[in-house]
């Protein structure tokens, strides 16, 4: 699993053809401010809380630790295979030795870009020492996100994953939390993120996923047919095998809930 693999080919867009898709879909597109979530946007941090009590909370801080985290324990699998591992050790088996900081943080001494920020959940969750850039296409989610206090040296940008407004090889990491389910095309937004992140840097995600029980799986293939229609939110998606297609190299994948949830660690 580490370097010296051979390493898919990038797939990229020019500069200048980069540039201008950005300006469109910042601007024209019907994809400009996905009015799903600029509508929602006040009521998305109420009916998150629940599911941030019982786990999310604690998957996210586990998601910006795994940025840093060598202490990987988990092999890479289809996600599912070990369910009662999952939700009793991510927080606890991160030992807070050699240069951690308050809620186990390794300082990440790099240039991180969140995408999909949302109203700014994560901001807490940053290691000490990370400065860069977070992006989210929605106005309003954006506008909630700026009346948190922002991690130090990190810009909030008004963009879509799949037309990053960076130049190659800007930042040393990436991340996401609950945002390839709403990506119109994850093929664009994880070509992206690896036009963007350096070779060798790593690309964090926690996402909720098609789980592959047959029972279960099928459910959630009918949820989506509903799901889509309703918020543009994708309940079957195959996130962790999207972003191997596409070229990142996986480095574990958790499985939560059932398998429901998964965080999916991956290098470029
Ligand atoms: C469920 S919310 C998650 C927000 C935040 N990451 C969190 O964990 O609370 C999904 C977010 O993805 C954003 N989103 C939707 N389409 C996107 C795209 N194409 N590129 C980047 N973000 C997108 C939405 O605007 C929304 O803020």
Redesign the pocket.
């Known amino acids: 699993m580490q370097n010296g693999a051979t390493r898919a080919p990038r797939l990229k867009l020019p500069p200048a053809r980069m540039t201008k898709a950005a300006l469109l879909m910042t601007t024209r597109t019907p994809?400009t401010q996905?009015p799903v979530?600029d509508a929602f946007a006040p009521h998305?941090e109420r009916a998150?809380r629940p599911l941030e009590r019982l786990l999310l909370t604690r998957l996210?801080a586990a998601t910006l630790r795994a940025l840093t985290n060598d202490g990987d324990t988990h092999n890479v699998g289809d996600g599912n295979s070990n369910d009662n591992n999952s939700d009793n050790n991510d927080d606890s088996n991160n030992s807070d030795g050699g240069g951690s900081h308050g809620d186990g943080h390794q300082r990440f001494n790099g240039r991180l870009l969140e995408?999909?920020?949302?109203?700014g959940?994560?901001f807490q969750h940053y290691p000490p020492g990370a400065h860069g850039a977070a992006?989210?296409?929605?106005r309003e989610?954006l506008r909630l996100a700026r009346t948190k206090p922002p991690p130090a040296g990190v810009r909030l940008v008004q963009?879509?994953?799949?037309a990053l407004p960076f130049a190659d090889d800007t930042f040393d990491a990436a991340f996401?939390?609950?945002?390839f389910?709403?990506?119109?095309s994850p093929t664009h937004?994880f070509a992206e993120l690896r036009r963007v992140v350096r070779a060798g840097g790593r690309v964090v995600l926690l996402e909720h996923v098609r789980p592959s029980g047959l029972l279960l799986g099928h459910a959630f293939d009918a949820l989506s047919f509903f799901t889509v229609r309703l918020f543009d939110d994708h309940f079957n998606r195959r996130t962790a095998a999207d972003a191997e297609r596409a070229g990142l190299r996986l480095l574990r994948v958790e499985p939560h809930a059932l398998g429901i949830v998964q965080l999916i660690v991956c290098e470029v």
């Open positions: 994809h996905p979530y998305y998150l996210r995408i999909g920020a949302g109203t959940l994560n992006t989210e296409p929605s989610m963009n879509r994953a799949e996401a939390t609950l945002v389910c709403s990506v119109a937004a």
